[in-house]
């Protein structure tokens, strides 16, 4: 419900997700969950803090 009657399809959401988790979340030593735009929708940053420290960007990879 939340793309409907607007102009965005689910790419339009995915994108700004990936961008969301880029920019404040993933590959940041010290991530910015503060001035995430999203944090009241983000169980890490309200309950479980360590599913933003533990699983970043480089450790998925390396893991592949």
Same mark, same amino acid.
């Given at each position: 419900?939340?793309?409907?009657?607007?102009?965005?399809?689910?790419?339009?959401?995915?994108?700004?997700?990936?961008?969301?988790?880029? #920019?404040?979340?993933?590959?940041?030593?010290?991530?910015?969950?503060?001035?995430?735009? !999203? &944090?009241?929708?983000?169980?890490?940053? #309200?309950?479980?803090?360590?599913?933003?420290?533990?699983?970043?960007?480089?450790?998925? !990879? &390396?893991?592949?």
């Amino acid at each position: 419900t939340l793309l409907l009657d607007t102009k965005y399809g689910i790419s339009d959401l995915d994108d700004g997700l990936i961008n969301i988790g880029t #920019k404040y979340c993933f590959n940041h030593n010290n991530p910015n969950c503060k001035e995430c735009p !999203i &944090k009241e929708f983000c169980l890490a940053y #309200k309950k479980q803090k360590g599913l933003i420290k533990n699983y970043r960007t480089w450790i998925l !990879i &390396k893991g592949a």
